[in-house]
């Protein structure tokens, strides 16, 4: 029996096409590698340099807020840690977290005081492929959601395949779903595309949108430019001046069909509306200091001290020159480690393990 699927098995991997397809790919992948690319990144985080790293819009807050993390291990990876918070816009007085991480798995849970939960689950399946899911459960319409993100990670390319809120339990696939690619074409440049299909509800039809990004770098700069479907072009452009010190502007540009200057459909184009933002990111020995000032009159600033070994105050600032408004904010975070982990730290010595994937 062997001996029969034998020649057939044979001549379906060793035929010439087969042989030729096969020869042509090494070649290529032999190519590939000489050019020496790197991994360029994701489509999401094309201008993050710009937008995480500088920008203070991730790490902006009002109110007081105190932090408590207690780290029972680092290996596993093992935290909880309460939120209290006061006069803050968006975020409940009370807080409780849990997080726990190894190689191949990362779990981190949020509940506050109104009962609403929050969960992330990440799986490393591979070194190059990640599984992550992030759910929210909350007693509000609509506040339910569930996202589903694949990623995987290859020597000059990036693939991601997400999905959120997805269901098929209706007699149709409805939710939304979202494609990316980033692939770098050479060491300086890279490319890439993401595509959106989303349906809200079987008696609506499915839209489909398609969006694309390159990503240039150089020696101590980086710029990046998005065209999206939606009529929206965004660009940003990063450099590091100084050891301590970097600096990021990003100008957004949104281009929507609109009344003309004499109204109607006869006056009908385009209306164009633009907002530049320039950031700027310090770092000293035991704080940082991030400042941002926008085309629409806000001026942002943040700084972070650290006073103790485990001890971080945070002060925040915005002012909005036009609608003459002002926010504050004030935080204190307090990290204490176990006399465990301590201990397990210098065991572990200098091979620390893999990180967990975040």
């Not at 050019?35 to 094309?46: E, R, Y």
């Not at 006069?87 to 007085?93: D, F, H, R, T």
């Not at 459960?137 to 997805?166: C, H, R, V, W």
């Not at 929507?256 to 004499?262: A, E, I, L, N």
């Amino acid at each position: 029996m062997a001996e029969e699927k034998a020649p057939a098995l044979g001549f379906v991997l060793d035929n010439p096409i087969i042989s030729i397809l096969r020869d042509a790919y090494q070649s290529f992948s032999e190519r590939r590698a000489a050019l020496g690319l790197s991994n360029p990144g994701t489509v999401d985080n094309i201008a993050r340099e710009v937008q995480k790293d500088v920008f203070l819009t991730n790490y902006m807050f009002t109110g007081l807020r105190a932090d408590m993390t207690k780290a029972f291990s680092a290996s596993p990876l093992f935290h909880v840690s309460h939120a209290f918070t006061m006069g803050a816009q968006g975020l409940p007085p009370y807080s409780f977290a849990a997080m726990y991480g190894t190689p191949k798995v990362f779990l981190q849970g949020n509940v506050d005081n109104d009962g609403q939960l929050s969960a992330r689950a990440n799986y490393r399946w591979t070194n190059a492929f990640v599984t992550k899911t992030n759910t929210q459960l909350a007693s509000g319409p609509g506040q339910t959601m569930i996202q589903i993100d694949n990623e995987y990670t290859g020597n000059d390319f990036s693939a991601s395949l997400k999905s959120l809120n997805p269901s098929v339990l209706d007699g149709g696939l409805t939710g939304i779903y979202i494609a990316s690619y980033l692939q770098a074409l050479t060491p300086s440049l890279a490319v890439g595309l993401e595509a959106i299909w989303q349906r809200g509800a079987l008696n609506q039809g499915p839209e489909t949108l398609v969006s694309y990004c390159a990503k240039y770098k150089g020696t101590d700069w980086i710029a990046s430019a998005q065209l999206q479907a939606q009529g929206a072009i965004s660009t940003s452009y990063w450099r590091r001046l100084t050891d301590r010190v970097e600096a990021g502007v990003d100008l957004t540009l949104q281009f929507q069909p609109g009344m003309g200057s004499r109204g109607g459909l006869m006056g009908s184009g385009l209306r164009k509306d633009g907002t530049a933002t320039l950031g700027a990111k310090y770092d000293f020995r035991a704080s940082n200091f991030r400042a941002q000032v926008d085309s629409t009159g806000r001026l942002s600033c943040l700084l972070e001290k650290r006073v103790a070994p485990f001890v971080t105050l945070t002060f925040a600032g915005e002012v909005d020159q036009f609608k003459q408004q002002s926010k504050l904010g004030m935080a204190v975070s307090i990290e204490a480690p176990s006399e465990e982990m301590a201990e397990q730290q210098e065991r572990m010595g200098g091979s620390p393990s893999p990180p967990p994937p975040f």
